[in-house]
């Protein structure tokens, strides 16, 4: 079993910056791919950021720029570091990570956590 723990949500007003934390735990044996994900109300779930091995990086073009993605390997955790947010960016994040598990290579996703931005 593999859990991911998403934290660092809340409400902000625009320009604000939010950082945001998933950490992976349980069965992990390699990890592939972890990502940033959201989706707002009535919208797709749409890809926000993605980091392969701590250094390659990909951003959706709606958040280049504003958004960085990082990744602590020892701690099995990522961030996302927020910055000038903008009440386009309100959304559910998501966490989601591509790993072996000591069966199979899947994707696992976090709980969620709620980012308004908000005057």
């Known amino acids: 079993q593999v859990q991911l723990v998403e934290s660092g949500g809340g409400l902000v007003r625009p320009g604000g910056s939010l950082r945001l934390s998933c950490a992976a735990s349980?069965?992990?044996?390699?990890?592939?791919?972890m990502a940033w994900y959201r989706q707002a109300p009535g919208k797709e779930r749409e890809l926000v950021a993605s980091i392969i091995t701590g250094v390659t990086t990909d951003y959706a073009n709606s958040v280049k720029g504003r958004f960085t993605i990082s990744r602590d390997n020892d701690k099995n955790t990522i961030y996302l570091q927020m910055n000038s947010l903008t009440p386009e960016d309100t959304a559910v994040y998501y966490c989601s990570v591509n790993l072996n598990d000591g069966n199979y290579r899947r994707n696992y996703w976090g709980q969620g956590t709620q980012v308004t931005v908000s005057s």
């Open positions: 349980g069965s992990i044996v390699s990890i592939y791919v």
